[in-house]
């Protein structure tokens, strides 16, 4: 196995960290709106109440005037009972005396009624007003908890990138670039292990002279998959350099006697 490829099986897990930091890190700014969104229903509420409270003001305005108005009219009809010159005039007159004061007594019911509903609003947006606090107390919390959890994250990915550096520059360039190239395809993957013969980033059986090749320390070859395409490695002992010839040999023999 090239000398290399430890150090690239540090950068390929640097690089891991660093890919799930950054996902995660992006995923801030939504988690924050999604706590804000939280207060939606909160002002919501505070508004429908305040609406209701105008209303039902309105109402009362409308009943009070509703009884003024039939106050005057009683007023109106008992200045006009001294000057009637009949009974039946009179009668009349009383009746309709009668009718307003009903009236007025029925407007003071209605009015009354609407000021028990306009209470009962103002209580109401008291209420939406204290669980908006309430609700904003929560939200405030969340916000600063996550935003704790964002420059945790933001530390662990200065420290990753720092980390990369140092991996990075143990690799030669040329095996970095093939790494850069191979990962590109391969959503950030360049590495892939070989184990019980198989190639574990596709599945599909590894030739046994290339598994030897791997095993065989002074091998500066780099093999990749013929099937996937990535770099592979194994994480079984690597033997010593075979003392008796050239690597080609120390494959051939090994690949016989396995
Ligand atoms: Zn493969």
């Known amino acids: 196995m090239h000398s290399a490829i430890p150090h690239l099986i540090d950068?390929?897990?640097?690089?891991?960290?660093?890919a799930a930091l950054r996902t995660e890190l992006d995923s801030f700014p939504r988690r924050i709106r999604e706590a804000d969104s939280k207060l939606n229903g909160a002002r919501a509420a505070v508004t429908a109440a305040k609406e209701a409270l105008v209303n039902s003001q309105k109402e009362r305005k409308k009943f009070e005037l509703d009884v003024e108005q039939w106050k005057d009219r009683a007023r109106k009809y008992r200045d006009q009972s001294g000057a009637v010159k009949t009974n039946e005039a009179y009668r009349a007159l009383q009746h309709e005396i009668a009718n307003a004061?009903?009236?007025?007594?029925?407007a003071e019911d209605r009015q009354l009624d609407v000021m028990m509903l306009v209470e009962e609003a103002e209580r109401r947006v008291r209420s939406c007003e204290a669980s908006?606090?309430?609700?904003?107390?929560?939200v405030a919390g969340e916000r600063k908890e996550i935003e704790a959890r964002q420059a945790e994250k933001k530390k662990l990915l200065e420290t990753a990138l720092a980390d990369r550096e140092s991996a990075a520059a143990l690799v030669p360039e040329d095996l970095r670039e093939l790494y850069a190239r191979v990962g590109k395809r391969h959503n950030g993957t360049a590495l892939a292990e070989v184990?019980?013969?198989?190639?574990?980033?596709?599945?599909?059986?590894?030739?046994p002279h290339i598994i030897q090749a791997l095993r065989q320390e002074a091998n500066e070859e780099v093999y990749r998959c013929?099937?996937?395409?990535?770099?592979?490695?194994?994480?079984?002992?690597v033997t010593a350099p075979n003392p008796g010839g050239p690597s080609g040999n120390?494959?051939?023999?090994?690949?016989?006697s396995s």
């Open 250 to 256: 120390a494959v051939s023999s090994a690949s016989s």
């Open 195 to 207: 184990r019980t013969e198989q190639c574990r980033g596709c599945g599909m059986r590894v030739l």
């Open 132 to 138: 908006l606090k309430e609700a904003e107390r929560e």
């Open 11 to 18: 950068l390929q897990h640097v690089d891991q960290q660093i």
């Open 101 to 106: 004061e009903a009236e007025v007594a029925k």
């Open 226 to 237: 013929e099937s996937c395409g990535l770099i592979l490695y194994t994480l079984e002992p």
